[in-house]
């Protein structure tokens, strides 16, 4: 392929590539793609970050928490120190998105978890501009959208990812059809999207059943297709650690924790590691683990070997492709629907799985579950630390103290926890708190 940039099937035995441009999301047989880079960044671009919006400086793509890394997601192919040239280009909401999260220590979340303040390390990505981790990823789908022409783009969403792609949409002029499981998303997001002007489909059904909608329509219709299977979204993404890293002095942590849905999130972090190990900018790497609701637990199943008793695994680019398939069928056979309060990762079949593996098989990764009452009380106790987030975010909390529990993680292991959006369904915590039996309630007074 010319140019420093191109797209590459992620299944080694296939490897098929495309143009930068392309604007498929999936290569001619069915796979996923990823953004490949001919170049390595050198090493000295950490210093570069460093000094990167300093007070005072009136470069928001400075400002940034995406774009002060622009070097590391160029697939635009621009003169990165040229302002005139990022802004002819790159998305951005004024600077906000990824600006304000960082990893806190939470002196009460540590002592839930029973792990030493200094060990644990929260980011709160529900500090975006549009209240979730996805604006990492949108800026980046939405600035290749622009660079391709694309008119309008399209989403499915269980509410956040309709919110961002809304939200930027709104700001570039662009149109936003946004699919979504009706009745299934929480009211906050559901009012975003209206109010950024997005046109709502609703779709009889769930996430899954709404995205393969969408993905149809966008075909059909000329929609550029903004989920997290669009592997520009995944380059947005690897911001996130890329802040926890910079932050820790890129000394890498021993864990990562993450929110499992359609595992997004998990693919991205786990390129973020494999590039930055390969160019050496870490020396080691960080091992995932995804915390999957109990009612959506389809990656917790498959990868621990609860369903047939086979433990799917990337295995070098050939994972067991019919144990899924068959794993599917078997939940539509049995009518079984994902099922969980946490309603971002009600998810039953996560569209990057093989990613996912991939991550998972890079890092040395874990796969566990945890409860809807273990979430809210993970939830919670983020709450009285100060810091916001939505039921979802609680389960990297309370997967780290079940992991920490069963001694997968260890007491001295350093562990940076990813919360990964803002609350966004008011009543959760009305109704948290109003029941006295729920470990960190404060009723009212009456
Ligand atoms: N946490 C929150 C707050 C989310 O909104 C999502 C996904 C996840 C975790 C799971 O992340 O998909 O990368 O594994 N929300 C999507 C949406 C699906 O439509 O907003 P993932």
Redesign the pocket.
């Known amino acids: 392929m010319e140019g420093d940039a191109y797209l590459k099937c992620i299944d080694p035995q296939c490897g098929l590539e495309y143009p930068i441009k392309s604007t498929n999301v999936q290569c001619d047989k069915g796979h996923l793609l990823d953004v490949k880079y001919n170049n390595k960044p050198s090493e000295k671009l950490k210093d570069i970050f460093a000094n990167r919006g300093k007070m005072g400086e009136d470069i928001i793509f400075n400002e940034s928490g995406v774009w002060r890394f622009r070097e590391l997601l160029n697939f635009c192919e621009i003169d990165t120190e040229n302002v005139e040239e990022c802004s002819r280009f790159l998305v951005s909401l004024d600077g906000a998105e990824g600006r304000q999260s960082k990893p806190y220590h939470m002196t009460k979340v540590s002592s839930f978890i029973e792990i030493s303040s200094d060990n644990l390390w929260l980011q709160p990505e529900g500090y975006n501009p549009s209240g979730?981790?996805?604006d990492n990823g949108m800026a980046s789908a939405v600035t290749h959208a622009k660079m391709v022409g694309a008119k309008k783009i399209v989403c499915?969403?269980?509410?956040?990812?309709?919110a961002s792609a809304g939200m930027f949409a709104a700001n570039e002029g662009i149109q936003c059809d946004v699919y979504i499981p009706a009745g299934q998303i929480a009211p906050g997001k559901l009012s975003q999207a209206y109010q950024f002007g997005a046109q709502i489909v609703e779709v009889n059904g769930n996430?899954d059943d709404a995205l393969k909608q969408s993905l149809d329509d966008a075909k059909n219709y000329d929609g550029y297709t903004v989920n997290?299977i669009n592997p520009f979204r995944i380059e947005g993404q690897k911001t996130i650690p890329y802040r926890a890293l910079e932050y820790l002095k890129w000394e890498a942590p021993d864990w990562i924790v993450?929110?499992?849905?359609?595992?997004?999130?998990?693919s991205s972090c786990g390129k973020a590691l494999m590039e930055l190990y390969e160019w050496g900018w870490i020396k080691k790497i960080p091992r995932i683990a995804v915390i999957n609701s109990e009612g959506a637990s389809t990656l917790s199943d498959l990868y621990n070997g609860e369903f047939q008793g086979e433990e799917l695994r990337w295995n070098q680019g050939k994972p067991n492709i019919d144990l899924i398939t068959e794993y599917y069928n078997y939940l539509d056979k049995e009518g079984i629907r994902p099922k969980t309060k946490a309603t971002?990762?009600q998810?039953g079949r996560?569209a990057n799985i093989l990613k996912g593996l991939r991550a998972l098989d890079f890092t040395k990764g874990v796969v566990t579950t945890v409860s809807d009452s273990e979430m809210l009380d993970g939830m919670s106790v983020v709450g009285l630390n100060g810091f916001d987030c939505?039921m979802?975010?609680g389960a990297s909390v309370v997967g780290i103290k079940k992991l920490l529990e069963e001694e997968i993680i260890k007491k001295d292991d350093v562990v940076v926890g990813i919360l990964?959006?803002r609350q966004k369904d008011a009543m959760l915590p009305v109704d948290y708190h109003n029941n006295p039996k729920n470990r960190f309630a404060i009723p009212p007074k009456i």
């Open positions: 979730s981790f996805k499915a969403s269980t509410g956040n990812t309709s996430f997290s993450y929110p499992g849905g359609a595992l997004g999130n998990t971002a990762i998810i996560p939505e979802a975010s990964t959006g």
